[in-house]
């Protein structure tokens, strides 16, 4: 399984950005998808999670800015990031647990998964 993220840039305070994951492979199933970020010499922290019912949750710094959303049928994740800060800036990676098809058997648990990350730098 690979995750792909795009959408990364540079916007100046205020602007907005959409990130979006695509997941490819021998997918069976996805289960929750998330957004993390690593703003510069900080650890990475978890920005947004969704359920694969749809079910989000953020963090409390981007709650009424941000919104997560998935598209099943294509196993895309996105991130619609709104009224952008500075704080806002890092580089963005997505992350999926799924569990795939190995040798025609569906793997008995989930994995993690990871895609590179997408650098969005926001100016003030």
């Known amino acids: 399984v690979q995750l792909q993220a795009s959408g990364g840039g540079e916007v100046t305070a205020g602007g907005s950005l959409r990130l979006s994951c695509v997941a490819s492979?021998?997918?069976?199933?996805?289960?929750?998808m998330a957004w993390y970020r690593q703003a510069p010499g900080k650890q990475r922290t978890m920005v947004a999670t969704i359920t694969a019912g749809g079910i989000p949750n953020y963090i409390e710094s981007v709650k009424g800015r941000f919104t997560i959303s998935r598209d099943n049928a294509q196993n895309v994740v996105y991130l619609q990031m709104s009224n952008l800060k500075s704080d806002d800036t890092g580089v963005y990676s997505c992350?999926?647990?799924?569990?795939?098809?190995?040798?025609?058997?569906?793997?008995?648990?989930?994995?993690?998964?990871w895609g590179q990350g997408t650098l969005v730098t926001v100016s003030s």
């Open positions: 992350h999926a647990r799924a569990r795939y098809w190995d040798g025609g058997v569906v793997t008995g648990r989930y994995y993690d998964y």
């Open positions: 492979g021998n997918i069976f199933e996805i289960d929750t």
